[in-house]
C-alpha cells in the first residue's frame, strides 16, 4: 500500500490570528480547479494565488474562517505549506527512507 502523505497549510492573519494547521484534501483542489477555470487563472504559474485559495478553501470546509476568499486575501499575512506532512499517526522511525 502507498505510503499517504498530507498536505498541511497553517495561516498567519494580519491582526496576528494563526490559523491551522489544516489538511488540504483533494476536495479543496476541486474546489480551486473550478474556481481557476471560472476566474481565468493560470493556477501552473500563479504559486501565490493556488497556495492562498488552497489555504482558504481548507480552513472555509473545516469552519476555521467565514470570510469569502477576497476578505480573506485582504486580511491573510502569510500561509506556510507542508508539503508531504507525515500522518500523526506514523513513526518517524519506521518510516521507509529507500530511495
Same mark, same amino acid.
Request: hydrophobic share 40%; glycine share 4%.
Given at each position: 500500500?502507498?505510503?499517504?502523505?498530507?498536505?498541511?497549510?497553517? &495561516?498567519?492573519?494580519?491582526?496576528?490570528?494563526?490559523?491551522?494547521?489544516?489538511? &488540504?484534501?483533494?476536495?479543496?483542489?476541486?474546489?480551486?480547479?473550478?474556481?481557476?477555470?471560472?476566474?481565468? +487563472?493560470?493556477?501552473?504559474?500563479?504559486? !501565490?494565488?493556488?497556495?492562498? !485559495?488552497?489555504? +482558504?478553501? /481548507?480552513?472555509?470546509?473545516?469552519?476555521?474562517?467565514?470570510?469569502?476568499?477576497?476578505? !480573506?486575501?485582504?486580511?491573510?499575512? %502569510?500561509? &506556510? !505549506?507542508?508539503?508531504?506532512?507525515? %500522518?500523526? $499517526?506514523? %513513526?518517524?522511525?519506521? /518510516? $521507509?527512507?529507500?530511495?
Amino acid at each position: 500500500m502507498a505510503e499517504m502523505r498530507r498536505t498541511m497549510i497553517t &495561516v498567519e492573519l494580519a491582526d496576528g490570528k494563526i490559523l491551522g494547521p489544516e489538511r &488540504v484534501i483533494f476536495a479543496d483542489k476541486m474546489r480551486l480547479e473550478r474556481s481557476a477555470k471560472a476566474n481565468k +487563472w493560470d493556477i501552473g504559474r500563479d504559486e !501565490f494565488r493556488t497556495q492562498s !485559495f488552497l489555504a +482558504w478553501a /481548507a480552513l472555509e470546509r473545516t469552519k476555521g474562517t467565514a470570510l469569502k476568499y477576497d476578505e !480573506f486575501l485582504d486580511k491573510l499575512t %502569510d500561509v &506556510v !505549506f507542508e508539503a508531504n506532512a507525515q %500522518d500523526e $499517526d506514523e %513513526d518517524p522511525t519506521t /518510516a $521507509d527512507t529507500s530511495a
